[in-house]
Nanobody, 121 residues
Framework: QVQLVESGGGAVQPGGSLRLSCAASGSIFRIYSMGWYRQAPGKQRELVARITSRGTTNYADSVKGRFTIIRDNSKNTVYLQMNNLKPEDTAVYYC???????????????WGQGTLVTVSS
């Protein structure tokens, strides 16, 4: 089994910053892509940022220039640095990783439990 544990959410004023972390533990042979999604009340879950095993990143247009995704392979951890936060960034943020548990097993998508980010004055 693989567990993803997120931290770093909270309440912040517009223009503020937060850093989310997501650490994977358990039976891990290899981690491919890592990413962050978010879901605002009444809306569908959407991709925020993604980083491949080679470090290639892509971002939702709404967060480009404000958010940065970083991975630390030595710690099986992915971070999301969020700057210049806006009220529309308010959502539950979920991390996900494409994990291969064993050398001969297929990769699967593991998900964190979600962490709430609230941007409000």
């Amino acid at each position: 089994q693989v567990q993803l544990v997120e931290s770093g959410g909270g309440a912040v004023q517009p223009g503020g910053s937060l850093r989310l972390s997501c650490a994977a533990s358990g039976s891990i042979f290899r981690i491919y892509s890592m990413g962050w999604y978010r879901q605002a009340p009444g809306k569908q879950r959407e991709l925020v940022a993604r980083i491949t095993s080679r470090g290639t990143t892509n971002y939702a247009d709404s967060v480009k220039g404000r958010f940065t995704i970083i991975r630390d392979n030595s710690k099986n951890t992915v971070y999301l640095q969020m700057n210049n936060l806006k009220p529309e960034d308010t959502a539950v943020y979920y991390c996900t990783m494409a994990v291969q548990s064993g050398q001969t097993t297929s990769a699967f998508d593991a998900w964190g439990q979600g962490t709430l980010v609230t941007v409000s004055s």
